[in-house]
């Protein structure tokens, strides 16, 4: 157990090493940083003067193990755009990002395994053809073009919600929820489904194959055998021996959401992590940039670390085989 | 099944609760959100539209544009400068008194090397205090028109400045973010209530404003909300979510229009959309012909001949534009019908006059334009594209953002660009000094007459109205017949309003919250 | 099959006979989605010959014809059968060249994910040992990464590292990158694990005795035996690589609207969404999904008939 986390771990630092390694040559090739800073007529010597107030001209190895340093505490300088701490302007737009997943992953798995359980154990029912028909078409829509067809039905045409942003915020010390107010849901509802279709449907299917996998195996076959309930073999024995994977499927869907929610984020104006760092890559803005990259780095490298180490105690074949 | 029920039950509970506001809320949008809170740090559209609601001026415009008494009562012009009457009995929003000293520390502030707004207070030479309430603005020689130059150079209490170490505007070598970028203390009508950068900024009446009381306006909180795309600032009109649009595309002005409770006001503005063509430098860097096309005035009437400005006036700008045939509006002091007269449309003369100069075939170009800073900016490129195809000019279009964009004109790095020009000061000047005098920062395109340097230098210090008047005018039929830039035509502005509101429209596209009347 | 079992056999019965075609008749869904592709394909290849108006020569484009609403709408031209766009290009040619678009970047992308994705799952396979585990950690840890997130940060570095002048012209190299190289490890997975069951055979580790050179031996034996999974995965890709592209162009970070993809033309179209020019952009997103969606039908059924275990 100690022996396969230390591995783990090992692979999650190697990760983040290589990927501050690429974050740290963005600020010094993309462009001058120096250009960056300065008006159009600053003379040359208060360039040199702000190389070396930079460090600039140290060994590049002493440059990475600065920025190493700065990350470690979190931080990356100032936005060459807005000029304030980048990582100040994470954190203050991370609960944005976070309740969006939040909500979409609550409707991507309740749905999805709803649908999911019922299309496997009612394979050839006209309503699982119909809902399995839909779900491919649903993989096939670019997350945009449902975002925009929503805003389009239910803002602009029926009015019945708002068509961007995130209005109905209460704060709690620096968390900003809209979970708490009815104008908050409103606003979150469109982003959320919209997030959440594409999950949906991968959860769905997911399930369904798992579904019928079991319902194959031999156990089920004896439990018919016995004479048992459908009823008992579908819900006691087969949705229980579904459900095991269910943890790789969260670990899954949140990391697709995280994605995902840079598109959302941008159809919906949803001022979250995402539509910042689109608006950064518009402007070049080199320190947003670099932070998003390792903070997502280091999102993805934790939610896999975690369900790496849940799949080992939940799943003993995994234990066995190492 | 029962699970689509309940969402369907919940969802309609949550649309019904809609919310109950008793005070005038004045939710508005527009693309871009400020940069920053300091007055001096960013000369920048949506920057120094908040600041103008927080921070005020010596002297502002209203919504015709005439200059207006702000923190000054009154002022006269001297042979060495301007004498300026303060309004006594201000108050800065943390209760300090604004007097003298802080339009000393003002100037000082914005003339500073980290200032965006030194251009503009650098005819101010000194500030002389006379007393607490009367202060001389010294100029080097005569200047007709300071008070022109005044009007987004705001004031900051030195106290405060000092107390919170923002002397200075922020630095670009700061690595700390200073105090003034997030927090405000003006004597403007609205108080920094909160700011989330990129997200919502919301601004509370200011009860004790010298002005309380001499003003229409009854906005009691100002909610401002950028949203960068264009259709879904529309969307968020549409669907009531806004009361004010600033920026609507023009495209969509019409269901704007055509829809129940909003409305549309258009006014013409003071900016004009043109190409420059630079004829200064002998081999263009863009082009596969030899040397430079832009040299030969054949040249350059050809592509002033080759643009069809009325088909851009009506399909890319939905008729919201005036074509013209000079870079200056109408309402600055300097446009005259004779001069607006557009070149008109000519694609066979444009064709013969290039083969005149002896490029029969034509010749490559590259276009640079900005794709985020004006009216359909990228689209009127690239229908100019298309239009110069035809008479043989082969155009590849580089859209950018404007951040991008500028520094390309400033650095003369561009053979063939898109720039709009407003004139903040209504006068001629403002645009010989940048765009067609020799040594001009924004002249780009190697543009020397001598004649029209000459009068550049001179109506900066010429007082008497008819005689500058007429040089002025001069001028213009020079540039006029030179042909430096292919004038497109001016903006047209237009607000998408609320129903039930009545936001005065103003030809420089400010707002004006103090003119604003919720019925 | 029995049926035919003593009979001379022509060529043409025993591709009819092979399960896979036997599959692909029988199953509707998938004769529908591979005439649509197929159709797709052929269309946007042939963009040049089929379309009216080339799109991408602006002497073709006048701007009066600008906003003019589909043929059969009021309004609308003849020669314009599904309307034109805010320039007075024709919808119809500037769908079919911007599918070519969509089309070429994805098959490109999928084409550099694949020839990566196979290399490296063939050399991993066959040679094992610390190269194996070096290349299979890599593909692992990039595969918790979701691919488009990955493309839309390849992306922006590849565009960030690039200078301004160069951005536009190298946007579409630069999305095929950074789609292809987020593709890669589903094929090195797969490929590898038909090297490990190829190599084990005994004609391989004949050639072995026989002392062919490893390079020949992947090349010439085990390549040929990988390719029903790869095929399977190359089709899916192409779907997902289609929508990637789609997506980094709506983002505005794709390919630019001088040439416009199919994405490309949806982010333009939905500025005049509220203004009534609804063709604008519901034509290219139809275009879009119809594509994908017959790819993935394509995919879908094959995965199915080259995997009897599913079916």
């Known amino acids: 157990m100690i022996f396969f986390v230390l591995k783990r771990l090992a692979q999650s630092v190697l990760v983040m090493a290589i990927v501050s390694a690429v974050s740290f040559s963005l600020f010094n090739f993309v462009g001058d940083p120096v250009n960056n800073m300065v008006g159009q007529d600053a003379t040359r010597e208060q360039r040199i003067e702000i190389r070396q107030q930079l460090g600039l001209d140290d060994p590049i190895l002493t440059q990475y193990a600065r920025f190493l340093g700065n990350a470690l505490q979190g931080d990356f300088g100032l936005s060459y755009r807005i000029k304030r701490p980048v990582d100040e302007l994470i954190l203050e737009r991370l609960p944005a990002t976070l309740e969006l997943v939040f909500v979409s992953a609550i409707i991507a798995l309740v749905v999805g395994i709803t649908l999911g359980i019922y299309t496997g154990i009612r394979r050839s029912a006209w309503t699982s053809r119909i809902i399995l028909s839909v779900s491919l078409v649903g993989v096939s829509l670019p997350t945009f073009i449902i975002g925009i067809a929503l805003i389009y039905v239910f803002a602009v045409h029926l009015r019945w919600l708002p068509s961007s942003g995130r209005s109905g915020t209460m704060e709690f010390g620096w968390w900003k929820t809209s979970l708490l107010t009815i104008d908050g849901w409103r606003a979150i509802i469109l982003p959320a489904i919209t997030l959440s279709l594409f999950q949906l449907t991968l959860i769905l299917r997911l399930v369904r194959a798992e579904m019928l996998e079991v319902m194959q195996t031999d156990f089920i076959k004896f439990a018919r055998a016995r004479g048992l309930s459908e009823r008992a073999i579908n819900f006691r024995h087969a949705l229980r021996n579904t459900l095991v994977p269910v943890i790789t499927i969260i670990g899954l869907n949140i990391g697709g959401l995280i994605a995902f929610s840079v598109i959302t984020e941008t159809v919906f104006q949803w001022p979250g992590t995402g539509l910042m760092f689109i608006q950064a890559v518009d402007f070049v803005d080199v320190p947003i940039m670099a932070a998003y990259l390792v903070f997502v780095a280091l999102l993805f490298v934790l939610i896999n670390l975690v369900v790496d180490i849940l799949y080992f105690v939940v799943d003993p074949r995994i234990r066995l085989g190492n | ?519 | 099959m029995s049926l035919q079992e003593n009979r001379p056999t022509t060529r043409w019965q025993r591709v009819r006979d092979n399960d896979i075609v036997w599959s692909f008749i029988h199953s509707p869904g998938a004769v529908f989605a591979a005439a649509i592709t197929l159709f797709a394909i052929l269309a946007c290849v042939f963009a040049p010959l089929i379309a009216p108006f080339d799109p991408f020569d602006p002497a073709q484009i006048s701007l009066w014809d600008g906003k003019l609403p589909p043929a059969w709408i009021e309004g609308g031209q003849p020669q314009y059968l599904l309307g034109t766009d805010n320039q007075g290009r024709d919808m119809l040619s500037t769908i079919l060249y911007g599918g070519r678009l969509s089309i070429m970047v994805g098959a490109a992308a999928v084409c550099l994910g694949m020839v990566l994705g196979v290399t490296l799952g063939v050399i991993s396979g066959y040679v094992g040992g610390v190269t194996d585990a070096i290349i299979m950690r890599i593909a692992d840890v990039q595969l918790t990464i979701p691919g488009i997130l990955l493309a839309i940060l390849i992306n922006g570095i590849g565009r960030a590292f690039l200078p301004l002048e160069l951005r536009q012209e190298f946007a579409v190299y630069v999305v095929i990158l950074a789609i292809g190289l987020t593709d890669w490890p589903q094929f090195a997975r797969v490929t590898r694990g038909a090297t490990l069951v190829e190599a084990n055979k005994e004609y391989v580790q004949a050639a072995r005795i026989i002392g062919l050179p490893g390079w020949l031996i992947m090349l010439r034996h085990i390549l040929p035996n990988t390719l029903r999974p790869v095929l399977v995965i190359a089709t899916i890709g192409l779907a997902l690589a289609i929508i990637a592209e789609a997506t980094l162009s709506f983002l505005g970070q794709g390919i630019p609207p001088t040439t416009p993809s199919l994405g490309t033309l949806i982010r333009v179209g939905n500025d005049y969404l509220f203004s009534g020019l609804w063709w604008i952009t519901l034509f290219p997103a139809i275009a879009l999904v119809v594509l994908v969606f017959a790819v993935n039908l394509l995919g879908d059924w094959m995965r199915d008939a080259l995997n009897p275990k599913l079916r």
């Not at chain 2, 506001?21 to 949506?46: C, I, Y």
């Not at chain 2, 539209?49 to 010596?58: C, D, R, V």
């Not at chain 2, 008494?69 to 006594?88: I, M, N, V």
């Not at chain 2, 004139?423 to 543009?447: I, K, M, Q, R």
């Open chain 2, 1 to 519: 099944m029962h699970y689509g029920k309940m969402l369907a039950v919940s969802a309609t509970a949550l649309i019904l609760a809609s919310p109950a506001l008793a005070e005038n809320v004045f939710r508005w949008t527009s693309q871009g959100d400020a940069l920053t809170m300091d007055p001096h740090s960013q000369n920048e559209g949506p920057t120094n539209a908040m600041n103008g609601q927080i921070y005020e001026a010596l002297v502002t415009r209203d919504a015709a544009l005439t200059l207006q008494p702000e923190l000054a009562e009154s002022w006269e012009a001297g042979a060495d400068g301007w004498t300026f009457k303060l309004r006594q009995g201000v108050k800065f929003h943390d209760g300090a008194d604004f007097t003298a000293e802080d339009v000393v520390f003002s100037f000082e502030r914005a003339k500073h090397e980290a200032s965006d707004f030194k251009e503009q207070a650098k005819s101010v030479a000194s500030v002389e205090v006379i007393d607490d309430y009367t202060v001389k603005l010294l100029t080097d020689g005569a200047n007709p028109i300071l008070p022109n130059q005044l009007t987004s150079i705001y004031m900051i209490d030195k106290g405060w400045a000092e107390a919170n170490n923002v002397v200075a505007p922020q630095d670009f070598k700061a690595k700390e973010e200073t105090y003034a970028v997030r927090n405000a203390n003006g004597t403007g009508p609205f108080v920094l209530e909160s700011r989330a950068p990129d997200e919502m900024t919301v601004l509370m009446r200011n009860g004790d404003w010298w002005g309380e009381g001499m003003f229409p306006g009854n906005i009691d909180k100002i909610e401002y909300r950028p949203i960068t795309n264009a259709a879904t600032r529309v969307a968020a009109l549409l669907s009531g979510e806004v009361d004010f649009v600033l920026d609507p595309p023009l495209q969509d002005l019409k269901r704007i229009e055509g829809s129940d409770g909003l409305h549309v006001t258009t006014v013409a503005q003071i900016r004009s959309i043109f190409f420059g063509m630079d004829q200064g430098i002998d081999k263009l860097r863009t082009s596969d012909a030899e040397g430079n096309p832009f040299k030969d005035p054949k040249v350059r009437e050809a592509m002033n001949l080759a643009i069809d400005k009325a088909a851009i006036q009506r399909v890319v700008m939905e008729g919201l534009s005036f074509p013209t045939g000079m870079i200056t509006p109408p309402g600055v002091l300097g446009n005259t019908p004779g001069n607006d007269e557009s070149y008109g449309f000519d694609a066979a003369k444009a064709k013969a006059l290039l083969a005149e100069a002896g490029y029969p075939d034509g010749f490559s170009v590259q276009l640079d334009c900005p794709n985020n800073r004006y009216n359909n900016d990228e689209k009127i490129c690239q229908a100019a594209v298309a239009m110069l195809a035809k008479i043989g000019v082969r155009v590849s279009l580089d859209a950018i953002p404007k951040a991008q964009h500028f520094p390309k004109i400033q650095k003369r790095e561009t053979d063939f660009y898109m720039l709009g020009w407003g004139v903040p000061t209504l006068d001629s000047h403002y645009v010989f000094s940048y765009l067609l005098e020799s040594s001009g920062s924004w002249n780009a395109t190697g543009y020397k007459n001598d004649r029209v340097d000459e009068i550049t230098a001179a109506i900066t210090t010429e007082i008497d109205i008819d005689k500058r008047t007429m040089m002025i005018d001069e001028a213009w039929s020079l540039v006029k017949a030179d042909m430096p830039y292919v004038p497109i035509h001016h903006q047209v502005l237009a607000w998408g309003i609320a129903d039930g509101w009545d936001v005065p429209i103003a030809a420089d596209d400010a707002v004006r919250p103090r003119f604003v009347v919720k019925q």
